[in-house]
């Protein structure tokens, strides 16, 4: 009797600890994104003008079409036709993939849907780099290198295109930010082996580097 009491005692146990991790991974829906304005912006010159980095964020959340222009600035499909980019990649191999760590969860930016692909329904950002800032920042864009779609280049090659890649997608982010006035730091200092752990990655896919996106404190 007492061994059937522990046995139910420990399934009610189990099923306590993992549903929650299942109800809330449930909770985190794709996300379609809007349509980006190609309209909107200010003359090049003036954005260039005033590209920096900052690294002090209001809490406040990015309005859906502002995340929108931003992912589609950074790395979207700009030529439905061949399905090129925004950025630049050697060889057109497009292995970089951008992550969206947000509050609500990790999503991966698929370009081709222009839509938010749910990952993780944890709040990561904190782990995306080793700057207390980013933990405020609403968006940190996490920059990953999909090593397996560089095809038999060495991985002294895969290194260097895959950072050179991310530089350009950076900028562009850094371009959007300095246009629509979002503060922005793209970032290094991060613990690289935590955040693969905790983002689940396969071990051909590389964090390159991290972005926060959000509005500046005021
Ligand atoms: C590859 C790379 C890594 C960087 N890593 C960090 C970082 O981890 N943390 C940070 O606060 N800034 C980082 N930065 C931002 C630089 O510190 C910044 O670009 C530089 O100080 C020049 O300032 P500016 O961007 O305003 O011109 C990085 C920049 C680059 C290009």
Redesign the pocket.
Known sequence: MKTRSLQAACLVLAILLIFPTMTSAQELKPVQLLEPQMDSGRPLMQVLKD?????AFSTEKLPMQVLSNMLWAAFGVNRPDSGKRTAPSASNRQEIDIYVATADGLYLYDAKAHALEPVLAEDIRAVT???PFVQEAPVNLIYVADFSRMGKATDDKKVFYSAADT?FI?QNV?LYCASEGLAT??????DKPALTKVMKLRPDQRVI?AQSVGYPKQ
């Open positions: 590209r920096r980095s900052s690294r780099g080793r700057q530089g950076s850094y730091v793209v970032r290094g200092l991060i580097l």
